[in-house]
């Protein structure tokens, strides 16, 4: 298990591992627990059950900052933390929502990869306006020298492949 107040202690700590300062992060922790106290605590009944290894809302905002700023492995997590992996992605699924709804923006929308360059354009519509001029792609195939003993068998692969 992590000790995190060293890491809350010292900027030089803290902002590698979650990407902000000490006074952000005490900021973020107020929206973060409001939106817990709302959110988590009315929804749940009380589950018998393990003991929650992430004691402290301090605990859970660190653990998911950690995730999303470094990127990890779950197994890496599960590691430093000292528990199995499915934790780790229980983890996840549950605080990476409140983090979202806490300061209202999407982190992760985990959604399909982009493929085309217009999908990207309709999930991310503000990365228009960076581009000054229209960007125009096309896949073209490139003809490349053949030796002629060569040339009947691309023909051939050609007409196959289109």
């Given at each position: 298990?992590?000790?995190?107040?060293?890491?809350?202690?010292?900027?030089?700590?803290?902002?590698?591992l979650?990407?902000?300062?000490?006074?952000?992060?005490?900021?973020?922790?107020i929206l973060?627990?409001?939106?817990?106290?709302?959110?988590?605590t009315?929804?749940?009944?009380?589950?018998?059950?393990?003991?929650h290894?992430?004691?402290?809302?301090?605990?859970?905002?660190?653990?998911?900052?950690?995730?999303?700023?470094?990127?990890?492995?779950?197994?890496?997590?599960?590691?430093?933390?000292?528990?199995?992996?499915?934790?780790?992605?229980?983890?996840?699924?549950?605080?990476e929502?409140?983090?979202?709804?806490?300061?209202?923006?999407?982190?992760h929308?985990?959604?399909?990869?982009?493929?085309?360059?217009?999908e990207?354009?309709?999930?991310?519509?503000?990365?228009?306006?960076?581009?000054?001029?229209?960007v125009?792609y096309?896949?073209?195939?490139?003809?490349?020298?053949?030796?002629?003993?060569?040339?009947?068998?691309?023909k051939?692969?050609?007409?196959?492949?289109?």
């Amino acid at each position: 298990m992590l000790n995190i107040e060293k890491a809350l202690k010292y900027n030089w700590i803290l902002k590698p591992l979650t990407g902000m300062s000490i006074t952000k992060f005490q900021q973020i922790l107020i929206l973060f627990r409001e939106t817990v106290e709302k959110d988590l605590t009315g929804n749940r009944k009380h589950i018998k059950g393990r003991k929650h290894s992430l004691h402290s809302l301090e605990d859970k905002l660190f653990f998911i900052l950690l995730y999303i700023n470094c990127y990890p492995t779950f197994e890496l997590l599960a590691f430093l933390y000292g528990v199995h992996r499915s934790q780790i992605c229980r983890w996840v699924k549950e605080l990476e929502p409140v983090l979202n709804k806490s300061i209202g923006l999407k982190i992760h929308p985990h959604k399909k990869p982009v493929k085309h360059f217009d999908e990207f354009i309709n999930v991310y519509p503000e990365i228009k306006s960076i581009f000054t001029h229209e960007v125009y792609y096309t896949e073209q195939s490139i003809k490349l020298p053949v030796k002629k003993s060569h040339a009947k068998y691309i023909k051939l692969i050609n007409v196959l492949m289109y």
